[in-house]
């Protein structure tokens, strides 16, 4: 009897957190461009429940509160054969030692070889470096006591020195597949940017 009272009480907690994620989206930087806001004053939002593994929900120009769409977020390359978004320069959809980028003059990305061969590395004068990596001997970026490390730049997105981003995890959120990645750079987000899926899609005007 105690525990089949035990697994109901599991079974509630399990299913109250599941709705509680559901309910929730959260905005990840209160120090948004006034530019990056619509008309009514909305902002880019993380939404697990709502939007697939890295897009956020952004706010449409209409008035009506419903008004949002599920897009790429910054860093990130819409892949139409899977129609799902990925880190730039990382493996995403491709094979073994390719990584996922896209050219100046194209607009769908593509799998190229990643002459490092790992995942989340990236050469730079001849030796690999990983993404994000803190430690002085491994960090090719000249402003270290800044915490500028090598990542993706969400505007260009072009491999280069960016300011690391702090990323803190929440009670809600599960472990890797929930969390935001710290590509996430909200303050950057625009709806319809350079290798987004709406961009490619068409529907930006």
Not at 104 to 120: F, L, Q
Not at 174 to 183: L, S
């Amino acid at each position: 009897m105690i525990n089949l009272r035990l697994l109901l009480i599991f079974a509630l907690l399990a299913l109250v957190g599941k709705v509680a994620r559901a309910q929730i989206a959260f905005v990840e930087d209160q120090d948004i461009d006034k530019k990056k806001a619509n008309l009514a004053g909305r902002k880019p939002l993380y939404s697990p429940a709502r939007c697939p593994k890295y897009q956020l929900l952004y706010p449409g120009d209409q008035q009506q509160q419903n008004d949002w769409v599920c897009d790429c977020a910054p860093a990130t390359l819409y892949y139409p054969e899977t129609d799902a978004c990925y880190p730039a320069y990382r493996q995403g959809p491709c094979e073994t030692g390719q990584i996922l980028v896209l050219y100046k003059e194209r607009i769908i990305p593509e799998c190229v070889r990643n002459p490092c061969g790992r995942d989340g590395h990236f050469m730079v004068r001849n030796s690999c470096y990983q993404f994000g990596n803190t430690k002085h001997e491994e960090n090719p970026c000249p402003y270290k006591e800044a915490t500028f490390v090598l990542g993706v730049n969400p505007t260009t997105l072009m491999v280069d020195c960016v300011k690391l981003s702090v990323q803190l995890d929440t009670r809600i959120a599960e472990p890797e597949e929930q969390a935001a990645p710290p590509e996430y750079h909200i303050d950057l987000a625009e709806k319809c940017g350079r290798g987004s899926r709406l961009s490619v899609q068409g529907k930006c005007v």
